[in-house]
């Protein structure tokens, strides 16, 4: 793994207008080509987090930087999947994906539009390509925003809960996707939110615990790539780590409302 750093955050604070700081004097680094999960209860920042690092929010204070440059706004060397979609209700799926690819990779439309094909295929979308987000279920235009974010060129994937409207069967698929292409395939640095603690487990190789705007706990997930699920939920090193992550969700569990 590359030592240096593809996303530091050096005591970032961020309050929305009418209420009590969602993030409070944060820090984190993460690695390029690490994959790292955040947990935390609703409400405790993880979403905010990751706007912030988008550049789609900016900190009242402290500072961020992308690959060791500060960071201003958004840019194309991160993707983000939000938990609502973000699609364009304007465009098919296919649309949507070839958009990302066009702006990223600086490809021909007609080009774009081939490949978009590609990456649907890979989230069981092809056959439904050409429907517009309207048309689509929930867990369809999920699985839509996740190939567009898969198919641009960035260095940086951004996820907000990304499989939590798939049902069990396209999550796990979608998990061992992700987790392939960006450990062996692309080596992709990854920042994944969650609340899922077997999800955080399987992913991550550290996981971050958030409460009250902070991190407060970090945690190396021991186990190395490529990951089968059903071999890690076995072992005793997943009951030790799955129930001390699980204390803390109980011992945080009134952090969310003292912070709101």
């Known amino acids: ?3 240096r750093y593809a996303i530091e955050a050096d005591d970032i604070s961020f309050s929305y207008v ?4 969602a993030i409070r004097g944060l ?18 920042g993880k979403s905010t987090l990751l706007s912030l690092l988008m550049g789609l929010l900016e900190p009242s204070s402290g500072s961020i930087k992308i ?17 609502d979609y973000s699609l364009f209700p304007w465009m098919t799926a296919r649309q949507n994906v070839a958009f990302g690819i066009e702006h990223s990779r600086g490809l021909a439309k007609k080009a774009a539009l081939e490949r978009a094909d590609g990456y649907l295929a890979q989230v069981g979308l092809y056959e439904s390509r050409g429907k517009y987000p309207h048309q689509l279920s929930g867990g369809m235009r999920q699985r839509a925003a996740i190939a567009r974010a898969l198919a641009m060129d960035s260095a940086i994937w ?7 409207a798939l049902d069990p069967q396209m ?39 958030m409460a009250g705007g902070r ?9 190395d790539y490529p990951r089968a699920k059903n071999e890690i939920l076995r072992t005793p090193e997943y009951f030790s780590l799955a129930n001390s992550l699980a204390e803390l969700f109980y011992e945080t569990r009134g952090e969310t409302e003292r912070a709101g």
């Open 215 to 223: 991190i407060c706990r970090e945690a190396a997930v021991p186990f």
């Open 67 to 83: 690959e060791g440059e500060p960071m201003r706004g958004p840019a194309t060397d991160r993707a983000i999947v939000f938990q």
């Open 27 to 44: 820090s984190l680094r993460v690695r390029r080509g690490e994959f790292v999960c955040v947990l935390g209860h609703s409400g405790c």
């Open 158 to 164: 951004l996820f907000d809960e990304p499989f939590s």
């Open 18 to 21: 009418t209420e009590s700081p």
């Open 171 to 209: 999550r796990g698929s979608l998990q061992a996707l992700v987790m392939e292409l960006a450990k062996t395939e692309r080596h992709r640095t990854v920042l994944f939110v969650t609340h899922n603690v077997d999800e955080a487990v399987l992913l991550g190789e550290r996981i971050l615990f």
């Open 1 to 3: 793994m590359d030592e």
